[in-house]
C-alpha cells in the first residue's frame, strides 16, 4: 500500500489539532465508556437556541429558502447586522460592508487570507484561543506574541504594543471579552492602543464573539474609538455565544469595502454562501427578542461568582474574576511540583490528564493557549456540575503531596 503521509502539504502538517477538542473529545469517550465525566472544557453554552430563533429557521425551510444565496449572505442579515452595530455601538456600515460566514472562526479565517502575504507578522496578545496562530501560520504568516499574565490582568498596554511592532507588522489581533481569561478592555486601554495602530498604519483584526457576555462594565468596540481606527478595524463577530447557537455555524465581519469585496471572493471559492436555513435563523436572532442573551449572561455570572469563590479557596490555585464570556482561568502554579497517584504534575497538561484521570474532572491546560502554569474551566456548564466539580477538585488537590 503507498505511503499517503508523503502527499501532506508542509502547511497542514506544521499544524496540531485543537487541544480544546482533543480533550472535549476525550471527556465524550470516558463518558460514553460509563465515567462520570464532568466537562469543564467546551466553549459551548448549555443552554438550547431559543424557540422563536428555531422556528425562523424551519420556517425558511418550509418557504423554500433552500437554494443558494448571494455568497456574501442574504441582504436583510446584513441589513440587520448594520443596525445592530448601530444600535449597540454607534458604528455606521452598510451592506457592502458586511459579509456572512460559516461561523466566526471561518470569518477569521477568511479575513487573514483577504489581507495577508506570507512573511507579514501578526501580533496576538497571549493568552491566546488556540486558533489564532494556527491560521496566521496557515497562511504563511508570522505570529507574534505579546505575554501577558495575572499581574498584567492578561491584557497588553499601549508601550508593549509599540515595541512590538515592525516593518513587517500587518495587524493585531485582538479578542475582548478574552478567551481563555475572560478580560475585557476597557475604552481607556483601547483609546492608547488604538493611537499605536494608526500611528504605524496597521490593522486590527477584532474578534468580538463574546462581546454580549460582559458582567463588569460595557463592552467597547475598538472600531468605536475613532473614524481613522474604525477604517483599521476588520470587527468579526456572530451568533454562536451569545444567543447559543453554535452547530449553526453563522458569524459576520464588518470592515471597509476593499476588505470585504476580497473576503466575498475568497468565499465564493471556498464555500459559497452560508447554510440558508441557518441565516434566517441568525436573522431572527439579531433583529428579534434579545430574552435568551438576558437568560444567559445572569445564569453564567451566577456561576462565575460561585466558581470564583470556590477556586480561590482552594490552596494552590488563585484565579482573577473574569469580566466577561464564560471561562475562568486559573494560576495552578502553586500546585507545580506537587505529585498524585498518577505523576507528578510538572505542567497544566499534566494536571488536566490526571484530573481527567482521577475526578472526570475535563478542563484545558494554558498551554494551548499559550500561558503555562494556567488551566481553562467553563461555567457554560450547569451551576449543578460546577457544584460537584469543585468538590472533586478541592478534594483531590487536598490529597496532592
Not at 468579526?236 to 455565544?241: E, F, L, P
Amino acid at each position: 500500500m503507498s505511503d499517503t503521509t508523503k502527499f501532506i502539504s508542509t502547511s497542514a502538517n506544521s499544524i496540531e489539532a485543537s487541544i480544546t477538542m482533543e480533550i472535549t473529545a476525550l471527556a465524550k469517550q470516558l463518558k460514553s465508556e460509563g465515567k462520570p465525566v464532568i466537562s469543564m472544557s467546551a466553549g459551548e453554552p448549555d443552554f438550547d437556541t431559543a424557540d422563536n430563533i428555531k422556528a425562523a429557521g424551519i420556517r425558511s425551510i418550509e418557504e423554500g429558502k433552500t437554494k443558494y444565496t448571494a455568497a456574501s449572505g442574504i441582504d436583510d442579515l446584513k441589513t440587520a447586522i448594520c443596525d445592530k452595530l448601530k444600535r449597540d455601538h454607534g458604528l455606521s456600515y452598510a451592506a457592502n460592508q458586511v459579509i456572512v460566514s460559516s461561523g466566526a472562526k471561518h470569518n477569521l479565517f477568511t479575513a487573514l487570507s483577504a489581507i495577508l502575504n506570507p512573511g507579514d507578522d501578526v501580533i496576538i496578545p497571549g493568552p491566546y484561543w488556540v486558533s489564532y496562530p494556527a491560521q496566521v501560520s496557515m497562511l504563511g504568516a508570522k505570529p507574534v506574541f505579546i505575554e501577558t499574565n495575572q499581574h498584567t490582568n492578561f491584557k497588553i498596554t499601549a508601550d508593549a504594543l509599540e515595541k512590538a511592532i515592525t516593518a513587517k507588522t500587518k495587524c493585531l489581533l485582538l479578542n475582548s471579552p478574552s478567551n481563555p481569561t475572560g478580560m475585557v478592555y476597557s475604552k481607556d486601554e483601547l483609546e492608547a492602543i488604538a493611537a499605536v495602530v494608526v500611528k504605524h498604519d496597521i490593522l486590527v483584526v477584532s474578534d468580538e464573539i463574546y462581546e454580549q457576555l460582559v458582567y463588569e462594565g460595557k463592552h467597547v468596540s475598538i472600531a468605536e474609538i475613532s473614524p481613522e481606527m474604525k477604517a483599521r478595524t476588520i470587527l468579526i463577530n456572530g451568533v454562536s455565544k451569545a444567543y447559543s447557537m453554535t452547530g449553526w455555524r453563522i458569524g459576520y465581519t464588518a470592515a471597509e469595502p476593499a476588505i470585504i469585496a476580497a473576503m466575498s471572493r475568497l468565499q465564493s471559492h471556498a464555500t459559497s454562501n452560508p447554510n440558508n436555513a441557518a441565516q434566517y435563523a441568525a436573522l431572527e436572532a439579531i433583529a428579534g427578542s434579545q430574552d435568551i442573551v438576558f437568560t444567559m449572561k445572569k445564569a453564567f455570572a451566577e456561576r462565575r461568582e460561585y466558581m470564583l469563590q470556590r477556586l480561590n479557596s482552594i490552596d494552590g490555585i488563585s484565579c482573577l474574576s473574569p469580566q466577561g464570556a464564560f471561562y475562568a482561568f486559573p494560576s495552578i502554579e502553586g500546585l507545580l511540583g506537587k505529585s498524585c497517584s498518577s505523576g507528578q504534575i510538572s505542567s497544566g497538561l499534566d494536571l488536566c490528564k490526571y484530573l481527567l484521570q482521577e475526578k472526570s474532572i475535563a478542563c484545558v491546560p494554558g498551554e494551548g493557549f499559550g500561558a503555562p502554569g494556567y488551566i481553562r474551566l467553563s461555567y457554560a456548564t450547569s451551576m449543578e456540575n460546577i457544584k460537584e466539580a469543585m468538590d472533586r477538585l478541592q478534594a483531590w488537590v487536598a490529597t496532592l503531596s
